[in-house]
């Protein structure tokens, strides 16, 4: 058995950002058409008005100040509301893999190694922009990696759930050197026409190398133990999919095809859920709370870390202790967890440990605890 280790990280940021006063700002000039198209059904009490946004919600609701996107013109285009992509050919590289290429070169660059060196990749996403080939093949192409490489979505898990299956890979032998790629294109399943949610998601990539110990070259973290848990919930919800256009009216232009969720439910039944499993998985491995010295958590929203940080630490985290990201990069999904652990873990010093933990749809939650080596 092989010790696995994390030996470089990476984090590729769209340079397009939308502050929350120009979303609002396109919200509201869409609230102002969709009221005066509705407006005899309106006045009827046929229709309700679409409400106005505003910053002070957004911050309130979620910490969000800013958010990073692949395309800012077609979002906030009040006749669009989505971001517009240029098609491409298929010789041409996909975006997810150019995203997820520029932050493998990162995470190897940080780790001293070349990409014929890997042997397997795992694109862990929320969303794949195609069902195949794979687009963890197309990355492997890119980068001139050799094994294998394959696709997996546990929603905003998956960055966790596809570390522990790279680890695992490692740990048995079947691998010696993987990149877990998350490139997340957020803004293409948000409903930016819906005032709840407008604000949530945005853009970004990320990538972790795992090494067997015996090959890292330099400083790294590692893997203690990883442990997953998924439960069967509706409360977050996507029906987009391949056989839409199999059912009546499914190519129409319907609200469940984008990100849907029950916010107050979410975070009624979540956090509990999450809580007991980071507290389970420290006892397990004979790890007091209070020997944490970092909490890299899901960055979804201000209010959830700050309950799970006070639950597992049983007191108010210092901001170095459970650092945030998402007033920066508002939620990106499963790589939220992994670009807080890339920009906030160098200062740790040998022996320190800590918790990546990333949770959301399914209802899915992954836990990675490691220490500095």
Partial sequence: MHQPVITGTGVFTPPETISNAELVKAFNAFADKQNAKNAAAIEAGEAEPTGYSSEEFIVSASGIHQRHVLDKKGILDPDVMHPLLRERADSEPGVMAEMGLEAAKTALAAAGRAGEEVDLIICAASNHERPYPAIAIEIQELLGATGFAFDMNVA????TFGIQAAAD??????????????????????EWRDRDCHFIFGDVATATLLERKEDAGGAHFEIVSTRCLTKFSNNIRNNNGFLRRTRPH???????????????????????????HILAH??????????????????????????????VLGRVPEPNEQPNILQDYANTSSAGSIVAFSKYSDDLKAGDTGVICSFGAGYSVGSVIVRRG
């Fill in 156 to 159: 905003c898990s998956s960055a």
């Fill in 169 to 190: 890979m490692i740990r048995v032998g079947s691998a010696r050197r993987a990149l877990v790629v998350n490139p997340e294109v957020c803004s293409g399943h948000l």
């Fill in 250 to 276: 499914g190519m129409e232009d319907r609200r469940d095809m984008q990100f849907m969720q029950n916010g107050r439910k979410v975070f009624k039944e979540v956090l509990p859920i999450v809580s007991q």
């Fill in 282 to 311: 420290l006892e397990d491995n004979g790890i007091a709370p209070g020997d944490l010295k970092r909490l890299w958590l899901h960055q979804a929203n201000k209010a959830m870390n700050d309950f799970i940080g006070r639950k």
